[in-house]
C-alpha cells in the first residue's frame, strides 16, 4: 500500500546541531508540505513543495530548509537548531489538483510525526 | 484563506448527534470548507470537504448555510473513539492547508 513515512520518529539533539528530518512517499504526489505542532497548539505550516525544484516558504519558515530533489522526499533541515524549535513535525502530501466533483478529495495524507527535543 | 472561527471545546454523550460549528464569514466563492480531525498525537485525518452544497459520506455530514459564512460538522452516532481535535479550515485554489486552533470534541460515556 502506498503510504507517507517519517524518520526519525523521535530526536534528541543539542543547541547548534543540524538536524534533517526525513519524509517519504509513495503515492508519487506532487504537493508535500511540513507542519509543526506545539504543545496545545494547531499545526504551523512550515514549507511547502508543489513539485521537483519547487519550494515555498510557509508562516514559520525562520530556522529551516527544504530541498525537493525528486517526486518521493522533501527532507527538513534545521541549520542551527534552537531549544525553541523543540516540537512534534509532521509531513504531509496530497495530489496536485483539487478537483472537484471527481475522486479527487484534495485530502492531504499525514505521516506519523517526528517529535524533536532540542537541548 | 479565509479565517474561521471555532469554539475551544466541546462535549458530547457517547451515541448521540454531535454537531460542531464554525464559522468562516469572510469565504470567498472558490474557496472550500474543510473538516480535518487529529486524535491523540496521531498526524490529521481528512474527514470531509464541500463548496455550497451539504456533503456526506462514510464519516460525517457538513451542512453549510445559504450564504456559505458558516458551516456545522456533524458525527451522526458519536463514539469515544471520536474524541479529539477538530479542524475546519477555508482552503482556496492553492493546495496548502492552514490549520486553527480547532475544536476539542469530548466524548462522554
Known amino acids: 500500500d502506498a503510504e507517507i513515512t517519517q524518520s526519525p520518529r523521535h530526536k534528541i539533539t543539542e543547541t547548534g546541531r543540524q538536524v534533517t528530518l526525513a519524509c517519504h512517499q509513495t503515492w508519487n504526489h506532487n504537493n508535500m508540505f511540513w507542519y509543526r505542532q506545539d504543545l496545545g497548539h494547531g499545526l504551523r505550516l512550515i514549507h511547502y513543495?508543489?513539485?521537483?525544484?519547487?519550494?515555498n516558504k510557509g508562516e514559520v519558515s525562520d530556522g529551516y530548509s527544504v530541498s525537493r530533489s525528486n517526486t518521493e522526499d522533501l527532507p527538513l533541515t534545521l541549520e542551527s537548531a534552537a531549544s525553541s524549535q523543540t516540537s512534534v513535525y509532521f509531513c504531509a502530501s496530497s495530489e496536485s489538483t483539487l478537483a472537484f466533483g471527481t475522486t479527487n478529495t484534495g485530502e492531504l495524507f499525514f505521516g506519523e510525526g517526528s517529535r524533536l527535543t532540542v537541548l | 484563506d479565509a479565517k474561521t472561527t471555532q469554539p475551544t471545546s466541546m462535549d458530547c454523550a457517547e451515541g448521540r448527534a454531535a454537531n460542531l460549528p464554525c464559522n468562516h464569514s469572510?469565504?470567498?466563492?472558490?474557496?472550500?470548507v474543510y473538516w480535518y480531525r487529529q486524535i491523540h498525537s496521531q498526524g490529521p485525518q481528512y474527514i470531509i470537504h464541500?463548496?455550497?452544497n451539504n456533503e456526506t459520506n462514510e464519516m460525517a455530514s457538513l451542512i453549510i448555510t445559504e450564504d456559505r459564512k458558516s458551516s456545522t460538522l456533524i458525527l451522526p452516532h458519536a463514539t469515544l473513539r471520536d474524541t479529539a481535535v477538530y479542524y475546519c479550515?477555508?482552503?482556496?485554489?492553492?493546495?496548502?492547508?492552514?490549520f486553527g486552533q480547532g475544536t476539542r470534541l469530548t466524548i462522554n460515556p
Open positions: 469572510t469565504i470567498s466563492g472558490n474557496e472550500y
Open positions: 479550515i477555508v482552503r482556496g485554489r492553492a493546495q496548502k492547508l492552514v
Open positions: 464541500g463548496l455550497k
Open positions: 513543495s508543489y513539485g521537483v525544484q519547487d519550494t
